[in-house]
Each structure stands twice: as structure tokens, then as C-alpha cells.
């Protein structure tokens, strides 16, 4: 890449930030991180806890958020500072280190460029993730199992926060169903594009004649309930049972009747945790669960009056959106966005951004949300 060449890229990079600048508005942020400060500056804020807890979180992101486009900006005045430096000195240390600097850059802006598309109502908060085991047997289980692990490393990649609820762990191997939250702001609206039928093919390990297999894994991705969505559950509408936690290993595993099943009345929904030691804690998460999972129903409910009034015939979500193919080549595509690799290791260990980006991107220009 010559000095030109960089110019212009640096070129496009500035504008796509002046872009997001525009979208984000960080003047406006600042000013309610100024209320917030204030407001969490007060002698009395914890004497409300789940106040409390909501000024400091909003105030944290906001604060992040501020200091991500702040931290951005300067570093592209900085690379075209060391792009004319590198001109006058015709260094190739320099070249070099403005052309990681630039990839560098070039992806961090991209990320932020994906969160300024993540308009929808609830997509600024945690998500709730479900994943199940559907047809193929031991193998769906075994995918189950790769796809919980796959999410956890995306996760974890990115630093995000994970907590496991439940794990139903299946006789032979993999796993019947799990569910865990990922806590950091717009979670939903990122992974909300992982929802649907998750397809592998591959030769079965736990098939003794080598044959090629093929099987499904559902995902379901719902938002975290906060305080203000207000769904009221009547004891009277819940049951509520208790067993012993069940998997490997752990003090507290089969020991206790600690873990939780609740079974909400009117709609026959049922949720439960074993991952807390207390049948306390396993209740209190498992009640979280079943609240967004009522608060996912109701929208549906609204999203599907509203379709049946456009005379909409419906979407394209739900079936199958992804296929991960191992035998008799190698390649993971979305079959929404065309978007394909080529190495599925790469994707099982976490490397997901590629997918997510361009499912908000898909979404976007679909015009669902």
C-alpha cells in the first residue's frame, strides 16, 4: 500500500466515523452522563437499590461509549500524523506500523458502525440465550453441546460477561439444552441474528461404520428483562418444583434438592436453574428467565397483529440459517447472508464477528426490526 493509497483509506475511515459521531450524538451523551453523575452523586441512591443499580450501570455505559468514540477519533488524528511522518522519511518501519495501525483501526470502527444499526427496542440489552438439541439423536446433542461452547468463546473473546442458568446434560453425550446470559449492552441485538435452525454435517464420531451425519440445533435469543418492563406473575399462575441438580462434577451436584423448575400456569411455559448452590438463587434466576421469556411472547403476540393487519404473509426467520459442514469439505455459510469461511475450527472456537456483522447488516436491509 503506498502513502497515497493510505491517505485515501484514512480518507474513507474518517468519514465513517463522522458518520457514527453524527448517529451516536456524544454531545448529547455527555450531557446525560453529567445528570447521571449528579444523580448518582446523591447521599440517598442507596437507599433504592434497583435505582441505584440502574443510575451507575447507564452511567457506565454512557461513560464507555463516550470514551470508545473519543478514543477512536484520536487515534486516526494520530495515524495521519505518522502517515506524513512516514512520507517524509520514507521508513518502512513506519509504512509498517501505519498499515497495522490502519487494520487495526479499520476494525474497530467497523464494530462501532455495527452497533449504530442496532436501532430495535430492546437491543441495548443483555441477552438470553437458549440452545436445544433437535433431530439427529446423539449427534444434535453433541452440536448442541459445540454451539454452546461456540457462543461462551465468542464471549469470552470479547470479554463479555457470561452466566450459565441451566445445562440438561443428554444420556450418551452433548447435551439436551442450555441456557446462559451475556451481559454487556447490545448482546441482544447482536446475537438476535443467531436465532433459527443451526445445521452439521459431518462423519459421526459415535457411529461405528463412519457414515456421514446430519444434524440440528436450535437457538433462541431473547432480551433480558429490566425493571421497567413490568411483568407481573401471580404466584397463583406458577408452579414451582424442586430437584437435584444433575451433570459432572461440583460439590452440590445430586447432594441437595436445590435445583428449580417453574412451570407458568396460563401459558405452559416452563423454565428452570440448577447452576446456584441455593434453591433461593436457582428460583430468583429461573423467575428472570421466565419474565423475558413472557415479555418475548407478548411481542411476538404485537409483531404478529401487526403483520396479520399489513396482510404480511410472514418472514424469513426461524428454519434453517446456518449450515457448518466439516465432510465432505470444510465451510460454515448463512444461508440468509451468503456470508461463507472456510475454516469451521475458527468459527467453533468463537470467531463469529464475521456472521453477526453481516446478519445486522442482512437485517438492517431487510427492514424486520
Not at 497495522?100 to 474497530?108: I, K, N, P, V, Y
Request: proline fraction near 3%; hydrophobic fraction near 40%; aromatic fraction near 6%.
Amino acid at each position: 500500500m503506498t502513502v497515497a493509497d493510505m491517505r485515501v483509506a484514512l480518507g474513507a475511515l474518517d468519514r465513517t466515523l463522522g458518520s457514527i459521531e453524527i448517529v451516536l450524538d456524544p454531545s448529547s451523551k455527555k450531557a446525560k452522563i453529567a445528570e447521571l453523575a449528579e444523580a448518582a452523586a446523591a447521599p440517598d441512591l442507596w437507599d433504592d437499590q434497583d435505582r441505584a443499580q440502574a443510575v451507575t450501570s447507564q452511567l457506565s455505559r454512557l461513560q464507555s461509549e463516550v470514551d470508545r468514540l473519543t478514543e477512536l477519533r484520536r487515534r486516526v488524528d494520530d495515524l495521519a500524523v505518522l502517515i506524513d511522518l512516514a512520507e517524509e522519511e520514507a521508513d518502512s518501519d513506519t509504512l509498517a506500523e501505519v498499515q497495522r495501525e490502519m487494520a487495526s483501526l479499520t476494525a474497530d470502527i467497523d464494530a462501532l458502525e455495527i452497533r449504530t444499526l442496532l436501532s430495535g427496542e430492546y437491543d441495548q440489552r443483555d441477552a438470553l440465550v437458549t440452545i436445544r438439541s433437535e433431530a439427529g439423536g446423539v449427534d444434535a446433542a453433541d452440536f448442541a453441546a459445540m454451539l454452546l461452547r461456540m457462543y461462551l468463546r465468542w464471549a469470552e473473546r470479547h470479554g463479555y460477561a457470561t452466566e450459565v442458568y441451566d445445562i440438561s446434560y443428554a444420556e450418551e453425550a452433548g447435551i439436551k439444552s442450555a441456557t446462559f446470559t451475556v451481559k454487556e449492552p447490545f448482546a441482544y441485538g447482536l446475537l438476535s441474528v443467531e436465532q433459527g435452525t443451526h445445521r452439521l454435517v459431518r462423519i459421526s464420531p459415535f457411529d461405528n461404520q463412519g457414515r456421514r451425519q446430519t444434524s440440528f440445533a436450535g437457538v433462541d435469543v431473547l432480551p433480558v428483562t429490566e425493571e421497567t418492563d413490568h411483568i407481573d406473575i401471580p404466584e397463583g399462575d406458577i408452579r414451582v418444583d424442586v430437584f437435584r441438580s444433575s451433570g459432572p462434577g461440583g460439590q452440590s451436584v445430586n447432594t441437595t434438592d436445590s435445583a428449580v423448575r417453574i412451570t407458568h400456569l396460563p401459558t405452559g411455559l416452563v423454565v428452570s436453574c440448577q447452576n446456584e448452590k441455593s434453591q433461593l438463587q436457582n428460583k430468583a434466576a429461573a423467575l428472570r428467565v421466565l419474565q423475558s421469556r413472557l415479555l418475548e411472547r407478548a411481542r411476538a403476540e404485537k409483531e404478529a397483529e401487526m403483520r396479520e393487519l399489513k396482510g404480511d404473509g410472514g418472514n424469513s426467520w426461524g428454519s434453517q440459517m446456518r449450515s457448518y459442514v466439516l465432510h465432505p469439505y470444510q465451510m460454515v455459510k448463512d444461508l440468509r447472508t451468503n456470508h461463507e469461511v472456510g475454516n469451521p475450527d475458527a468459527v467453533f472456537d468463537g470467531d463469529l464477528d464475521g456472521f453477526i456483522d453481516a446478519g445486522v447488516r442482512w437485517r438492517r436491509q431487510q427492514g424486520e426490526r
